[in-house]
């Protein structure tokens, strides 16, 4: 949540190896509570409401919504370097951990295939970018990630089989160009 965010990002600066960064600035709150709004009810809750859909008619509205908002970010991904402008953000944060796992979880699982980041050019550029960031692709664990979807809940998937999927961390990996393009 933004709030669990915005606290470990100031709270324990005391502990932190770059206490003066700041994914919540002053200048930009207005944009990022903007997008954050949009981006939560439609792309990071939005997966578990195609997920658990429990009607075609919950399902079809929740996958438009999505399909809508995905095309947006890609919109979006295009004309600025980050989700809420030219700064990384915890807007950036909320949605890159969703759309880590698009691909790899929520389009098999949750039904979510519509759109994927790896045949979204900006979207997978600006995955790649935020992937590449210090520290951030030692956080990522894809099997553990898929292991704890595709076994926690049995009635999505009653043997708990999982997918073998690509190797996304590694296509994270590959050369971004986001610098050039927004310099």
Known sequence: ????????????????????????????????????????????????????????EAYT???????????????ILGKQRFIAGDTFTEADIRLFVTLLRFDEVYIVYFKTNTRSVLTSPN?????????QMGGVAGTVDMEQIKAHY????????????????????????EPHNRGELFP
Not at 42 to 47: A, D, K, Q
Not at 61 to 75: C, Q, Y
Request: one cysteine or more; hydrophobic letters at 35%; charged letters at 25%.
């Open 61 to 75: 509205e929740a996958i438009t919504n999505l399909t809508e908002s995905f095309d947006r970010v890609e919109s």
């Open 1 to 56: 949540s933004s709030e669990i965010i915005r606290m470990l990002s100031s709270k324990f600066n005391e502990f932190a190896k770059n206490p003066d960064l700041d994914i919540y600035p002053e200048t930009m709150r207005k944009s990022i509570d903007s997008v954050n709004e949009w981006i939560y009810s439609t792309i990071n809750n939005g997966v578990y409401k195609c997920g658990f859909a429990k009607s075609q």
């Open 123 to 131: 979207i997978l550029n600006y995955c790649r970018e935020i992937y």
């Open 150 to 173: 595709f076994a926690s809940h049995p009635d999505l998937n009653m043997y708990s089989i999982i997918p073998l999927g690509r190797d996304f961390a590694g296509l994270l990996s």
